[in-house]
């Protein structure tokens, strides 16, 4: 069953169309690649997604229904954004690791979020780290358990691994590989990393805002 | 008890003090000669009007009239307030209501426990002072809305893409833009008496008023003016900060700002 299906999508802004006729759909715990030169509006179609601005064509169906028919704060939850280069909030890891607990109303699980920074090879007691003393690759590890704490059912990634070095790149890895599997994620990993799209199962490419490759290679 | 015994001659004479400010100005080249030149002439006429009209006020000494000017003390601080929002939405009447609001809370305290009385001696010149500590204290709020919206625009985006409500998305900024609007006047507190002697109280100590008693008065005029920029900011900053976004929850930035 597809979870997601873009259809027509186009996003025009002062006068420039940046995204045109865009269509594909997304099976349930999919993991799909999407690529394209700097510009391409890869960015502002995952945003679209994530409904963070609005399209100004086309439909975008989530579970069947128009994500324009769900609260958008509900549907965040349940398609949840990364950033590249993401921002982290507040002064330790524990502020971060706690935003999605404050926002539901709910206790902070402090076993949960010592598990989560154990599984990405970040010891229990980061979660009293400043977020100051943390390296770029920690960072991310962070931001990216920050999405997950509770699992959404898409996760979109945008160029998370940017940057990285080797190491890092390899542990992010390993988490989408966990988020996919483990968690059941649907995930849309935008990339500009060679590697990462030579083994892509499946590849969209967009080209100046338009889709213009739809790779399955399973 | 009046001390006080400024001829036209004298108050002349001190305009001859603007040469000094207009000589820095000329010197070293800062572009505001003519807007000082404005000011100063507009202030002239400003006072001599208010001067005028509170003591035709004063004499008739009526309600009505009393709570006009007040109302107009009022909006006009609104209508400051909202020329400090670049852009932000619906931001007159938000500073209209708040500073409404805050202004009447601290002088209807105040008439309550009969501290000050409803004439408009007194009413007029207080609801002054409290509007524009609140319109100060708003436009700051504004200023620094604007700015973190600006300046933190990923960290907001982050937090809505997590699921964070409106409210939760925005609430660093929101404690932020509060008390950025409150600093000036809590700061003003604290150095009272040390580093300057407010201007009310000098006018009363001027006017001939026992300082202790002034002093009084003035203790009374720093608790009202605290509620007052407190309440004024929080008002402000909690009814303009969903100017950012649209009903879609996302994050749009006022167009002056863009």
């Given at each position: 069953?597809n979870?997601?299906?873009?259809?027509?999508?186009g996003?025009?802004?002062?006068?420039?169309?940046?995204?045109?006729?865009?269509n594909?759909?997304?099976?349930?715990?999919?993991?799909?690649?999407?690529?394209?030169?700097?510009?391409?509006?890869?960015?502002?179609?995952?945003r679209?997604?994530?409904?963070?601005?609005s399209?100004?064509?086309?439909?975008i169906?989530?579970?069947g229904?128009?994500?324009?028919?769900y609260?958008?704060i509900?549907?965040?939850?349940?398609?949840?954004?990364?950033?590249?280069?993401p921002?982290l909030?507040?002064?330790?890891?524990?502020?971060n690791?706690?935003?999605p607990?404050d926002?539901?109303?709910?206790a902070?699980?402090?076993?949960?979020?010592?598990?989560?920074?154990?599984s990405?090879?970040?010891?229990a007691n980061?979660?009293d780290?400043?977020?100051?003393?943390?390296?770029g690759?920690?960072?991310q590890?962070?931001a990216l358990?920050r999405?997950v704490?509770?699992p959404?059912?898409?996760?979109?990634?945008?160029e998370?691994?940017?940057?990285l070095?080797?190491?890092n790149?390899?542990?992010?890895?390993q988490m989408?590989q966990r988020?996919?599997?483990?968690?059941?994620?649907?995930?849309l990993?935008?990339t500009?990393?060679?590697?990462?799209?030579d083994?892509?199962?499946r590849?969209i490419?967009?080209?100046?805002g338009?889709?213009?490759?739809?790779e399955?290679?399973? | 008890?009046?001390n006080?015994?400024?001829?036209?001659?004298?108050?002349?004479?001190?305009?001859?003090?603007v040469?000094?400010?207009l000589?820095?100005?000329?010197?070293?080249?800062?572009?505001?000669?003519?807007?000082?030149?404005?000011g100063?002439?507009?202030?002239v006429?400003?006072?001599?009007?208010?001067?005028?009209?509170?003591?035709?006020v004063?004499?008739?000494?009526?309600?009505?009239?009393?709570?006009?000017l007040?109302?107009?003390?009022?909006?006009?601080a609104?209508?400051n307030?909202?020329?400090?929002?670049q852009?932000i939405?619906?931001?007159?009447?938000?500073?209209?209501?708040?500073?409404?609001?805050?202004?009447?809370v601290?002088?209807?305290?105040?008439?309550l426990?009969?501290?000050?009385?409803?004439?408009?001696?007194?009413?007029?010149?207080i609801?002054?002072?409290?509007?524009?500590?609140?319109?100060?204290?708003?436009?700051?709020?504004?200023?620094?809305?604007n700015s973190?919206?600006?300046?933190e625009?990923?960290?907001?985006?982050?937090?809505?893409?997590?699921?964070?409500?409106?409210?939760?998305?925005?609430?660093?900024?929101?404690?932020?833009?509060?008390?950025?609007?409150?600093?000036?006047?809590v700061d003003?507190?604290?150095?009272m008496?040390?580093?300057?002697?407010?201007?009310?109280?000098?006018?009363?100590?001027?006017?001939g008023?026992?300082?202790?008693?002034?002093?009084?008065?003035?203790?009374m005029?720093?608790?009202?003016?605290?509620?007052?920029?407190?309440?004024?900011?929080?008002l402000?900053?909690?009814?303009?900060?969903?100017?950012?976004?649209?009903?879609?929850?996302?994050?749009t930035?006022?167009?002056?700002?863009?």
């Open positions: 069953m979870i997601l299906e873009v259809e027509h999508v996003f025009q802004a002062d006068n420039r169309q940046i995204l045109n006729d865009i594909f759909t997304v099976a349930d715990q999919e993991v799909v690649t999407i690529s394209g030169p700097s510009g391409s509006g890869k960015s502002t179609l995952v679209i997604i994530a409904t963070l601005q399209r100004t064509a086309g439909e169906t989530y579970n229904k128009s994500i324009d028919s609260d958008p509900e549907y965040r939850r349940e398609v949840s954004y990364c950033f590249q280069q921002t909030f507040g002064d330790t890891v524990r502020d690791l706690k935003f607990y926002i539901r109303n709910q902070f699980d402090e076993q949960h979020a010592q598990n989560a920074l154990q990405v090879d970040l010891a980061y979660l780290k400043q977020i100051t003393e943390l390296s690759g920690e960072r590890r962070v358990l999405n704490m509770f959404p059912r898409i996760l979109i990634l945008d998370v691994t940017a940057g070095d080797e190491t790149k390899h542990i992010v890895h989408m988020f996919n599997q483990d968690d059941k994620i649907t995930m990993i935008i500009h990393d060679q590697e990462e799209m083994s892509a199962k590849l490419t967009i080209e100046n338009q889709l213009k490759g739809d399955n290679r399973e | 008890m009046n006080l015994a400024i001829s036209n001659t004298s108050l002349a004479m001190a305009a001859g003090l040469l000094v400010a000589f820095i100005g000329y010197r070293e080249r800062l572009g505001i000669d003519r807007d000082m030149v404005i100063v002439i507009r202030a006429i400003q006072l001599f009007l208010v001067g005028y009209l509170l003591r035709y004063i004499k008739v000494d009526s309600i009505i009239l009393t709570v006009v007040m109302l107009i003390i009022i909006f006009n609104g209508y307030a909202m020329k400090r929002s852009g939405p619906h931001t007159f009447w938000i500073s209209v209501g708040a500073i409404f609001i805050s202004t009447t601290a002088v209807g305290t105040m008439v426990t009969h501290a000050l009385r409803f004439i408009p001696a007194q009413m007029i010149p609801t002054g002072m409290m509007a524009s500590q609140s319109m100060v204290a708003i436009g700051l709020c504004y200023r620094n809305l973190n919206f600006h300046d625009r990923q960290q907001v985006l982050e937090k809505l893409s997590l699921g964070g409500t409106v409210k939760q998305s925005s609430m660093h900024i929101i404690r932020e833009s509060i008390k950025t609007g409150m600093q000036p006047t003003a507190t604290k150095t008496g040390i580093v300057a002697l407010p201007g009310m109280m000098s006018g009363m100590i001027f006017a008023v026992n300082p202790v008693y002034a002093i009084k008065y003035q203790i005029v720093t608790f009202m003016l605290l509620a007052a920029t407190s309440l004024g900011s929080f402000a900053v909690y009814w303009s900060y969903k100017g950012f976004y649209n009903n879609k929850a996302q994050l930035l006022p167009e002056a700002k863009k």
